[in-house]
């Protein structure tokens, strides 16, 4: 089966051509520095190379960390690339049979790995937590809908379910312990009611192709849940993530979704505890982001958000969207804020918050005649209190958002100062205009 080298190095360097025979695939994996001669030639390992590979007339940049799929049809594969350890070369890379520690990969019947993805949606269970049903069970939740499902339960056991709430979906296997189930089919997508197996739920191993239509409290209170998978979901045609990982404490993984469809992120992260990971998302249809990011104590992170929807309805914009966030403290990004209709106890009581804000166009708060008499003044209630607002950010706030015009806001900015001049200058015209602002004063 050709030479086989054991151990972290995989990645063969020559500078000319060396005749490896037998070859069926190759791994490259800098993870470690050094040097060793296999064949009487001398092989090179250098850590965090980036390399632009050529592998049969097709070009993928890679990194860190990854397989290369060889052509069993070619036994002598040729790799051209491009710097190595500071030099550039245009030599021939040939590569070998080579055993690492990285995982086994499946084959496509012709000798090489399959690089197909998954398409089946995988999550982990435990039947001996807390649910609504027996440790020897397993009820799964769908959303109302149409429904054409396929459930393999992971004890060679399978349901074929038609509709949402079909009896077949408590699944009773033989013995208590973990398993693995797996979706293919189509229906609207996962929920998590009260008094369900939602504690039970361990993992989300695979998103698959699966189409999820509506995530509203896909895994809301999933306490036990982590996310392991490495692709993303399909949302292209999902309208609702409304509290999809609410209270999911232990989850902290990728959510930058497919949102082009999605109108509600209403505590679609609220109460997710351990959760830290950027956020960049396209979200031209969303009204709501109401307590997305609420109490959510580990979370800074950059967030970047691309679009919003005009809305008039008062629980729009962004109220309460990073409110008792302990440690959020990171740069936030809108592209177009001006459709925001309130940012009421936007940062309240997230002690951490300093960043310069004062790009956000709030021209389209709605204002004390719009919202009627039972809510006087909405806007910017509470927005900065309790946070560490400093004068420098203050004063560029001030400057910014009197130039708007806008009027009848109320704004609290903690306790947050203005120097005299231009920031004192902008206040007063804001105040004159019926404004209403709660500050710790000049300094």
């Known amino acids: 089966m050709g030479t086989y080298l054991t151990g972290t190095y995989s990645v063969i360097h020559t500078s000319g051509t060396t005749d490896f025979n037998n070859f069926v695939y190759s791994s490259v994996y800098f993870n470690v520095a050094g040097s060793f001669v296999i064949n009487g030639t001398n092989v090179v390992g250098v850590i965090g190379k980036s390399l632009d590979i050529i592998v049969n007339e097709s070009t993928t940049t890679l990194s860190t960390g990854f397989l290369l799929l060889g052509n069993p049809i070619a ?259 809108f592209s177009d804020f001006s459709n925001v209709p309130n940012v009421n106890n936007m940062f309240n009581s997230s002690p951490n918050f300093n960043q310069d804000i004062s790009d956000l166009d709030i021209s389209g708060l709605l204002t004390c005649t719009e919202c009627g008499e039972e809510q006087p003044k909405l806007g910017a209630i509470n927005m900065l209190r309790s946070t560490s607002f400093s004068t420098v950010n203050y004063d560029l706030l001030l400057v910014a958002w009197d130039t708007l015009g806008t009027s009848n806001i109320k704004f609290h900015a903690g306790s947050a100062q203005y120097s005299s001049g231009a920031p004192a200058t902008a206040r007063a015209n804001m105040v004159s205009r019926g404004w209403e602002i709660t500050d710790g004063g000049q300094v």
Not at 261 to 281: R, V
């Open 75 to 333: 036994p002598q594969t040729k790799v051209k690339t491009g710097l190595i350890s500071g030099d550039s070369h245009n030599e021939v890379w040939e590569f070998v049979n080579i055993k690492t520690g990285l995982p086994a990969r499946s084959t496509n019947g012709s000798g090489s790995p399959d690089s197909s993805p998954d398409t089946l949606f995988k999550m982990t269970i435990d039947t001996t937590k807390a649910g609504a049903t027996n440790t020897q069970s397993y009820r799964l939740d769908l959303h109302a809908g149409a429904t054409n499902l396929t459930v393999d339960w992971g004890d060679g056991n399978s349901d074929v379910i038609t509709t949402y709430n079909q009896a077949e979906l408590t699944h009773v296997y033989d013995a208590s312990g973990t398993y693995q189930i797996s979706l293919s089919g189509s229906f609207e997508g996962i929920t998590s009611p009260n008094n369900n197996d939602r504690l039970k739920i361990m993992s989300i191993d695979n998103w698959g192709t699966i189409q999820f239509k509506n995530m509203n409290a896909a895994f809301t209170g999933c306490a036990n849940m982590v996310g392991l998978y490495t692709d993303k979901p399909d949302t292209s045609l999902c309208t609702n993530m409304e509290a999809t990982f609410n209270s999911c404490t232990l989850f902290n993984s990728n959510v930058d979704f497919d949102m082009s469809l999605n109108t509600d992120l209403e505590g679609f992260l609220y109460n997710a505890t351990n959760f830290n990971q950027p956020i960049n998302w396209v979200t031209p249809n969303v009204e709501t982001f109401f307590r997305t990011f609420a109490s959510m104590p580990n979370f800074n992170s950059p967030v970047t958000i691309d679009g919003f929807l005009s809305v008039t309805n008062v629980r729009g914009g962004c109220t309460g969207m990073f409110g008792f966030c302990n440690t959020f403290n990171s740069p936030l990004t």
